[in-house]
């Protein structure tokens, strides 16, 4: 499985911004695995942000995260979405997908990480 992330940028406070994780896997493949977003702002630990398990859908997010997060995929396209709103500046972060075998304990596999940069 492999991961290549994109979507980000400078952006205002308040605005919006869809960051995008192509997945190079097969289906059958990605059925087996959870996918999430992890975040990293300058000089912070990275943190989860949301995860989605491929086969069916369902989603989880940090309790901090609920609300203007939403984390998505699209199976034709093989692509992992998260649809930030009402940015601030403290979200102001390098964005990670990363993806995991259902079981595993920890996330394993990582994209390159999108920077995301928020002004106010």
């Known amino acids: 499985v492999q991961l290549q992330a994109s979507g980000g940028g400078l952006v205002q406070a308040g605005g919006s911004l869809r960051l995008s994780c192509v997945v190079s896997a097969s289906e059958f493949t990605l059925n087996r695995y959870m996918m999430a977003w992890f975040r990293q702002p300058p000089g912070k630990e990275r943190e989860l942000v949301a995860q989605i398990r491929w086969s069916n859908g369902v989603t989880k997010y940090t309790e901090s995260m609920q609300g203007r997060f939403t984390i998505s995929r699209d199976n034709a396209k093989k692509t992992v979405f998260l649809q930030i709103h009402t940015l601030k500046p403290e979200d102001t972060a390098v964005y990670y997908c990363?993806?995991?075998?259902?079981?595993?304990?920890?996330?394993?596999?990582w994209g390159q990480g999108t920077k995301v940069t928020v002004s106010s």
């Open positions: 990363a993806a995991k075998e259902l079981g595993e304990s920890s996330f394993d596999l």
